[in-house]
Antibody, heavy 122, light 109 residues
């Protein structure tokens, strides 16, 4: 059964770079039917897709975050990572990683990790 | 830029009642690319419906999705206590490529 687990610092200082890693177990991160995504949920707000990455390294970034986001993949470790630079209080959120499944002409996120809370504070 | 607007923001119902949740897109969305999720506090979001009306594996048949174009609906035919949660619709394909609605909170009346 596929499982995803986020890891990384729970506290980041303003103007610094947020770094998170998602470890994938139970399936191959190199499967061409999937990409891998980061989604966040600020306190009291809805879900926002940050971006996705294929095992090949091909990425999609949300245009609103594109200038600050880097998503990378390490297939040897079955991990993909998120870096978000120049963070502010607005970047405080629960960050989720998820598999973006391609099945025929359908697309969906499933499963998701449990999420990790990131606070931005000095 | 596509925007998904979910209504109502909060829906207060009792167990056994029928829930109807709406997701309206600012431009047409392919039905294949319209997805619904359930999200409970402290848990990972759960896939409910993909392709507008296809139930995900293990999802009870009291959940159903419908709609096309710009108007989509998630219906829960008879609410169970475990169904009270926040529900999100999500689209793929229009710019931005992946967007979520702001959510509908389904609470116990």
């Amino acid at each position: 059964q596929l499982q995803l687990q986020e890891s990384g610092p729970g506290l980041v200082k303003p103007s610094e770079t947020l770094s998170l890693t998602c470890t994938v177990s139970g399936d191959s991160i190199s499967n061409s039917d999937y990409s891998w995504g980061w989604i966040r949920q600020p306190p009291g707000k809805g879900l926002e897709c940050i971006g996705t990455i294929y095992y090949s390294g091909s990425t999609y970034y949300n245009p609103s975050l594109k200038s600050r986001v880097t998503i990378s993949v390490d297939t040897s470790k079955s991990q993909f990572s998120l870096k978000l630079s120049s963070v502010t209080a607005a970047d405080a959120a629960v960050y989720y990683c998820a598999r973006h499944r391609y099945s025929g002409s359908y697309r969906w996120f499933d499963p998701w990790g449990q999420g990790t809370l990131v606070t931005v504070s000095s | 830029e596509i925007v998904l607007t979910q209504s109502p923001g909060t829906l207060s119902l009792s167990p056994g009642e029928r829930a109807t949740l709406s997701c309206r897109a600012s431009q047409s969305v392919s039905s294949n690319y319209l997805t619904w999720y359930q999200h409970k506090p402290g848990q990972a979001p759960r896939l409910l419906i993909y392709g507008a009306y296809n139930r995900a594996t293990g999802i009870p048949d009291r959940f159903s999705g419908s709609g096309s174009g710009t108007d989509f609906t998630l219906t829960i035919s008879r609410l169970e206590p475990e169904d009270f949660a926040v529900y999100y619709c999500q689209q793929y394909g229009s710019s931005p490529l992946i967007t979520f609605g702001q959510g509908t909170r389904l609470e116990i009346k």
